[in-house]
């Protein structure tokens, strides 16, 4: 074994920091995980399971729940267990003694468990680590306690752990490649972080805000999206997630820079033959116009579209929007839709 040198590709360990509205939108869905988000972020250390499809924001939840938490002043330390070497990870966790192995630092060096103490430790791909990692993590979350690779001290740790994934871990359980017991362990409580392609009626509110953010970065904002743009935006049915929409909408912002941004910009691959998403049929003629009223614009025009796709059929409409009922005709009021 090496000795471990740069940590920095596989973990950020930072204090958390605002999340902007542009990343949560106002679905019903995303209203359930801040919900949970408030929930759990009340208690002491509460271990959670955030689960989801890549992309679709599971660090931005866990970086949340610490925000929100009493432990927000701590470190929030983020973890990814795939991005370590065969061997390497067991000492980059729980650190190790000097002369633990060949290449150890003298004096030995602090695992991110001890860098996180007070605060929250995010392990994303949980479902990467080895059987005899799993087995040292299942002995932190029991004892509350950690050992340094090569020391015979064992060591109190103050954490919330928080664990990440995009796999199934009950099936993983089924299959003999990951503990049962850490399984129950690590989903004290569970997040689920809905698919961008069931929470479409997000779409014109997260568009609108990476649009803004990426326009400040470089300094440039474009008019605003072309119809034609609208439509390819809405048939999409995002494999990525919201990691995927952000892409799109910054390399659409460079490449158009201050004019409109057409489907040339956007570069999307074809969607697959899967067409809109949850019923949605595409929206056409209309602009959308950023910063001026561009919010309003586009998600007038998304209700408009998909109450004539529901042929006026509230409930159902509200569902293809993943919005409550209240919360449509709110927006139809708004927008001087007719709710009679």
Not at 55 to 66: C, L, P, Q, S
Not at 214 to 239: D, F, N, Y
Request: hydrophobic residues 40%; charged residues 25%.
């Amino acid at each position: 074994m090496r000795a471990l040198t740069d940590r920095k590709e596989c973990t950020d360990a930072v204090q958390a920091a605002p999340v902007g509205w542009v990343e949560w939108g106002e679905s019903r869905a995303m209203g359930d995980v801040v919900t949970a988000i408030d929930r759990v972020a009340a208690t002491p250390r509460t271990t959670v399971l955030v689960m989801g499809e890549s992309g679709t924001g599971k660090e931005i939840v866990a970086r949340e729940i610490h925000r929100r938490s009493a432990r927000k002043d701590k470190p929030f330390v983020a973890v990814n267990c795939a991005g370590f070497a065969d061997g390497l990870l067991e000492a980059d966790l729980f650190g190790y003694a000097s002369g633990a192995f060949t290449g150890a630092l003298p004096g030995g060096r602090e695992g991110l468990f001890a860098a996180a103490h007070g605060g929250s430790i995010l392990l994303d791909e949980i479902g990467e680590l080895d059987m005899n990692l799993q087995a040292h993590l299942l002995r932190v979350l029991q004892e509350r306690t950690f050992r340094p690779v090569g020391s015979a001290v064992d060591h109190a740790i103050d954490v919330r752990i928080l664990a990440a994934t995009n796999r199934d871990l009950g099936q993983m359980v089924s299959a003999g490649r990951f503990r049962e017991d850490l399984y129950y362990r690590l989903n004290v409580l569970s997040i689920r972080v809905p698919a961008l392609r069931d929470r479409m009626g997000d779409v014109p509110r997260l568009v609108q805000g990476f649009v803004e953010v990426v326009g400040r970065e470089i300094g440039c904002t474009p008019r605003g999206l072309t119809p034609e743009a609208v439509e390819a935006l809405s048939k999409h049915r995002w494999p990525g997630n919201v990691r995927e929409l952000r892409n799109v909408i910054e390399r659409a912002v460079l490449l158009a820079r201050e004019g409109w941004i057409g489907t040339e910009h956007l570069l999307l691959d074809e969607p697959s033959g899967f067409g809109p998403a949850a019923g949605m049929q595409p929206m056409t003629g209309m602009h959308l116009s950023i910063p001026d009223c561009s919010l309003r614009s586009v998600e007038r025009a998304l209700i408009e579209r998909v109450l004539v796709d529901a042929a006026g059929n509230r409930s159902h409409a509200a569902r293809v929007l993943g919005v409550n009922r209240t919360t449509l005709y709110n927006k139809m009021r708004t927008y001087g839709l007719s709710v009679a």
